[in-house]
């Protein structure tokens, strides 16, 4: 096995996020953990969670509450429903990818929001929420002073970072922003002696291919379930 795959704490990368780095930000107590739900949707329990975990998990996202949580054949318990699912998989930086800082980009913060949260919604990266952008670094790419492209740091587990938000206006793909903005996230990542790594849809073929031709290795599927508590 390489040493990229086995890494054990990106199996779990949302519960050693929440009870690591991640700790100031956690919402509950006991074998249960997730973000505000301002922040992120994920929660997250700990490997083989048992009665109590899920029990924990309940209290915390309240009657007709939801959680969503990482991972491959979860046994969902009585009490909670299955709403969605998504195949995804889980990438790695090798030391191939090349990270650079770019000064031509912006840091973005919460006056941004407005701009960020349109981006998203018409490019859908994946989950992104008014908070989102307290998780780390975040930045972006403005073109006649409009919002045109921007990415930014999400789940950090010790010693990693998940680098996160990839999106580009489509009027403007094509023009490598996506890899300028990983390139600059990475080096920030890297500058604090962390790895940087990535999630992606399982059929988002196009943003895998541009992440293992930057050098980023796939290390496993994992499924992204949707979870309402009864």
């Not at 009870?19 to 006991?30: D, I, K, M, N």
């Not at 998990?57 to 054949?73: N, W």
């Not at 990535?198 to 992204?224: C, K, Q, W």
Request: hydrophobic fraction near 45%; charge should be negative; glycine fraction near 10%.
């Amino acid at each position: 096995m390489s040493e990229i795959r086995d890494v054990p704490v990106l199996d779990q990368a949302a519960w050693a996020a929440l009870t690591g780095p991640h700790a100031r930000l956690a919402e509950g107590t006991g074998l249960a953990r997730r973000y505000p739900t301002d922040v992120s949707p994920f929660a997250a329990l700990p490997p083989a969670p048992d009665e109590r975990a899920w029990a924990d998990l309940r209290a915390l996202a309240g009657p007709g509450g939801t959680a969503l949580l990482a991972g491959d054949r979860l046994v969902v318990p009585a009490g909670w429903t299955a709403i969605a699912q998504v195949d995804g998989v889980q990438l790695v930086a090798t030391d191939a990818v090349k990270t650079e800082p770019d000064v031509e980009l912006v840091p973005l913060g919460d006056d941004d929001v407005p701009e960020m949260l349109d981006l998203v919604a018409r490019t859908r990266p994946g989950p992104f929420l008014p908070k989102t952008h307290h998780l780390g670094a975040y930045a972006g790419v403005r073109h006649d002073g409009a919002l045109i492209a921007m990415a930014g740091e999400r789940l950090h587990p010790p010693g990693y970072t998940e680098i996160s938000a990839v999106c580009t206006d489509p009027a403007f793909r094509g023009r490598g922003l996506a890899t300028r903005l990983i390139r600059a996230i990475a080096h920030g990542i890297r500058e604090r002696g962390e790895t940087p790594f990535l999630h992606a849809s399982a059929d988002n073929v196009g943003a895998i291919r541009l992440y293992e031709t930057m050098g980023f290795e796939l290390r496993r599927t994992v499924t992204f379930n949707v979870l309402r508590a009864a």
